[in-house]
């Protein structure tokens, strides 16, 4: 009777510990899923930020400083394992170490950022190997007409759309420039300057102004809301 | 006589079997499961909390700004009416770096303690590990 009892025992400790042990593996798939999702969220934020920095002035290798230091970070960081995340840059055309501006005279600007990344996770009895892309660009497309007045006298309308990722999105703020023949002035007050947002990512500047050429360029600034800098230049058409 | 004598310690051996047996049931089905279902839930409800603060860079901003009055307003909207919560916010090199206690009062018997690796998007790329205990209050 006393084996019996024994052995009744041990199964229902067998029968415990089995049931921890799930619960636990249940857990730390959880984990893992959420270390993962929180790795790709801050690899965008770095390659954002990066981008935002470049695009101000900072230099190219920024974006690869910058995840360099967020994979030794990010691999400090896994409590269950080994987190190796390993990334690589775009080289080929138009990408120079993972960065992209193209700030033209043909009514395009582009500040863009490309990275590829590896996410190696080793846990007990887990091998996981992801690949991600993450390709940040902010793009902003103008027009510009004017319409001659009496002498000098012209007035101009610009039309500017913002995309991030090729998808419309909103400005923090934008600075208008016209070419008087000789500087690059900033329209006011004085120049019945008008800027429409439609809050669609789609903005309408509107200003008149004593311009002598006959080819009225325009030059166009902005920040996105992910602080990205973008500008481009065009020169308009008579309507 | 003998038979009596045996027959009343089988029936005690029975009723100690099914005392040890039914105990053992009611620890594995319902004891250890259900404090562990609540650490699982407590941990995901954190973690997803703090991506979606995260998704579009504002848990980073704030960190950078030092508002820990916003973290706090912002993790008592994300997280369910009952869950007490901490969070404590170390630099790159493990420092502490809030001064202000960001939570609504850590109360409960089970603490489940959640770490998330954050970037900020700002222009110095800073990194942050935000470390959140939670515990259902009460």
């Known amino acids: ?239 | 006589m003998f038979n009596k004598k045996a027959q009343i310690r089988m029936l005690e051996a029975f009723l100690a079997v099914l005392v040890i047996f039914s105990a053992s049931i009611i620890s594995i089905k319902f004891s250890p499961p259900t404090n562990f279902d609540n650490e699982k839930m407590l941990s995901t409800l954190g973690m997803q909390a703090l991506i979606e603060l995260d998704s579009n860079g504002t848990l980073g901003k704030l960190i950078d700004e030092r508002n820990w009055t916003a973290v706090t307003e912002d993790l008592k909207i994300l997280l369910p009416v009952g869950v007490s919560f901490n969070v404590i916010v170390y630099d790159s090199a493990m420092h502490q770096i809030n001064d202000f206690t960001i939570g609504n009062g850590l109360e409960g018997q089970k603490v489940v303690s959640v770490e998330y690796p954050c970037a900020s998007q700002s222009l110095e790329c800073r990194f942050y590990l935000v470390r959140l205990q939670l515990a259902f209050a009460g």
């Open chain 1, 1 to 239: 009777m006393g084996v019996f009892i024994i052995a009744l025992l041990l199964l229902s400790t067998e029968l415990y510990v089995y049931d921890l042990g799930k619960t636990i593996d249940e857990a730390n798939q959880n984990s893992f899923g959420d270390f993962i999702f929180a790795v790709r969220l801050g690899s965008k934020h770095v390659v954002v930020g990066s981008l935002a920095n470049v695009s101000k002035g900072g230099v190219n290798q920024t974006l690869g400083i910058n995840l360099e230091e967020w994979s030794s970070f990010v691999g400090r960081q896994y409590q269950f394992g080994k987190c190796i995340l390993n990334f690589s840059l775009g080289e080929t055309h138009p990408y120079a170490s993972g960065i992209w501006i193209s700030w033209g005279t043909n009514g395009t600007g582009v500040s863009g950022a490309y990275a590829n990344f590896t996410l190696k996770l080793l846990d007990r009895g887990v091998d996981v190997n992801l690949k991600h892309v993450i390709n940040i660009t902010t793009t902003l497309l103008i027009k510009s007409t004017y319409k001659q007045m009496q002498d000098n006298k012209k007035q101009v309308n610009v039309t500017c759309k913002l995309l991030n990722e090729g998808t419309y999105a909103l400005a923090k703020n934008f600075t208008l420039y016209y070419n008087n023949s000789s500087d690059w002035i900033v329209p006011g007050p004085q120049n019945n300057y008008t800027l429409m947002d439609y809050g669609n990512g789609t903005y309408f500047m509107s200003f008149v102004a004593d311009i002598p050429s006959v080819n009225v360029e325009v030059s166009v600034h902005t920040h996105d809301w992910r602080e990205i800098y973008v500008q481009t230049n065009v020169t308009s058409t008579e309507i």
